[in-house]
């Protein structure tokens, strides 16, 4: 069965500060997708990056950045100089799509981050 | 805008009672999938359907139900509420080929439902 974990559940930074947050994942297919969705206090679910399991190159963003390990099965993201409009919940999850018709998505727990003036 | 919409956005109702959410997929697409947010359960996956089938379960409870009818959209159906059952429901859409490819997921901004 697949799980994603998210250990941290707050994290509070004061605007200008870099943050990291953390996703583990467990599956036992080679071929899988991870994700990274914001949700604003809106409540929309914002995508923000999608990685195949066979793409180690860690990608950026403007002032965002992703680091991808499978030794380690994590999946990390990280803000740059955080901003307040960067408060959000924080959501990693992952698919074990055989084909494009069975796509679920088990997400983690999610991570609110509060970005403070 | 992701092109999925979702009605009501808003719905509050007693326990006991039944309601209906309702799914628009993007113009094309065969899959939806309907997910949970709670407050105990976090964001889960409920029920996917496929061109009118159903293709996957996830943690849907007796009292759930779905269909995706022969124009696409798809209904949840709720029943016997509890107040447990207060959350915000998401329904997603993807193209949904049979190929060894992932289809993007679009979501829907979600209905909030209020159990009192």
């Known amino acids: 069965a697949q799980k994603v974990t998210q250990a941290q559940t707050e994290i509070s930074v004061v605007e200008k500060e870099d943050v990291t947050l953390d996703c583990v994942y467990e599956?036992?297919?080679?071929?899988?997708?991870l994700f990274w969705y914001k949700q604003p206090p809106s409540g929309e679910l914002v995508f923000l990056i999608r990685?195949?399991?066979?793409?180690?190159q860690n990608e950026i963003s403007g002032r965002y950045s992703w680091n991808f390990q499978k030794s380690t099965s994590s999946f990390n993201f990280t803000i740059t100089a955080s901003q307040v409009v960067d408060s959000a919940v924080y959501f990693c999850?992952?698919?074990?799509?055989?084909?494009?018709?069975?796509?679920?998505?088990?997400f983690g727990k999610g991570i609110t981050l509060s970005v403070r003036p | 805008d992701s092109g999925v919409t979702q009605t009501p956005k808003h719905l509050i109702t007693a326990t006991g009672q039944r309601v209906t959410l309702r799914c628009s997929p993007r113009s094309g697409d065969l899959s939806v999938y309907w997910y949970q947010q709670s407050l105990d359960q976090g964001l889960q996956f409920l029920i996917q359907y496929y061109n009118g089938e159903e293709r996957a379960k996830g943690n849907i409870l007796e009292r759930f139900s779905a269909q995706q009818f022969p124009d696409l959209h798809s209904e949840l159906n709720l029943s016997s509420l509890e107040l447990g059952d207060s959350a915000l429901y998401f329904c997603a859409s993807s193209v949904g080929t049979t190929l060894p490819i992932y289809n993007e997921q679009f979501f829907g901004p979600g209905t909030r439902l209020t159990v009192l």
């Open positions: 599956t036992r297919d080679t071929t899988y997708y």
């Open positions: 990685r195949n399991s066979f793409d180690e």
């Open positions: 999850a992952l698919s074990e799509a055989d084909t494009g018709a069975n796509s679920k998505l088990t």
